[in-house]
């Protein structure tokens, strides 16, 4: 089953093409790199999968609901932590994702439990009475994790979800979400780090507001480290 469908999808800022027919299919439960420099269009392609932004042609379908057709089945299926931090910094953790609940209709004892079942699974839960504030960028960032997750949804977007972080954090990241994608949720992990794409992952090179290539990472790689075939891949000519 395919957990996340974009085909033949076409945006324009004017006369700028932001996106031009870019098409990718990922499977239910597998965990997605869309690798691009910044500039190639993933921020554009994360806006018109949540629908700030509606493409006049192609087709996005989400959990096999289409987007255009029935929107609200199709965004109810999805989970969201935008490149920008949008905790409340003076709210605890678990006020945050409470809040989030009751925006999805969600309260009282069944709100508990999928709050606790959201921290347990990104190990935060232990830090659930505390400030946002006083989280490191890397707890801030699994406690957004968290919130994505209260709804159950079957895709879940990252966009840039460790910039500004450290290495150790950044790779804490990655390694959470992988495996929430073990446990069957479909991820699409937007990123211009080559270090945070596994090589059994499913890969897709935007560049230029075109998909250059896409298949797994490791043989997308071939004989050389990934960083490498990324760089040629995307140099100026000469």
Not at 5 to 24: E, H, P
Not at 173 to 185: C, E, P, S, Y
Not at 214 to 220: K, L, P
Request: hydrophobic share 45%; charged share 20%; aromatic share 6%.
């Amino acid at each position: 089953m395919t957990g996340l469908s974009v085909k033949d999808i076409t945006y324009r800022y004017g006369a700028k093409t932001a996106l031009d027919g870019v098409s990718f299919d990922i499977p239910q439960g597998a965990f997605c790199a869309l690798l691009g420099p910044n500039g190639a269009g993933k921020s554009t392609l994360f806006s018109l999968l949540t629908r700030l932004f509606v493409a006049p042609v192609g087709q996005i379908d989400i959990a096999g609901h289409n987007l255009a057709r029935d929107p609200r089945a199709a965004l109810a299926k999805l989970g969201i932590v935008f490149q920008q931090p949008t905790l409340d910094l003076d709210l605890s953790v678990r006020q945050n994702l409470s809040y989030f609940a009751a925006l999805h209709g969600l309260s009282g004892r069944e709100a508990r439990t999928r709050i606790d079942s959201s921290l347990e699974r990104l190990d935060m839960l232990p830090r659930a009475h505390e400030k946002a504030r006083s989280l490191n960028g890397g707890h801030r960032r699994r406690a957004e994790i968290a919130r994505a997750l209260i709804h159950t949804p079957s895709v879940l977007l990252l966009d840039e979800p460790t910039v500004g972080l450290d290495a150790a954090a950044r790779a804490a990241i990655t390694g959470h979400v992988h495996r929430l994608a073990q446990d069957g949720t479909t991820i699409l992990w937007a990123t211009h780090l080559t270090d945070e794409v596994w090589p059994g992952d499913q890969l897709v090179v935007l560049h230029h507001a075109k998909v250059l290539t896409q298949g797994i990472a490791s043989q997308i790689a071939g004989d050389m480290p990934l960083r490498d075939r990324f760089l040629a891949m995307t140099a100026a000519p000469a």
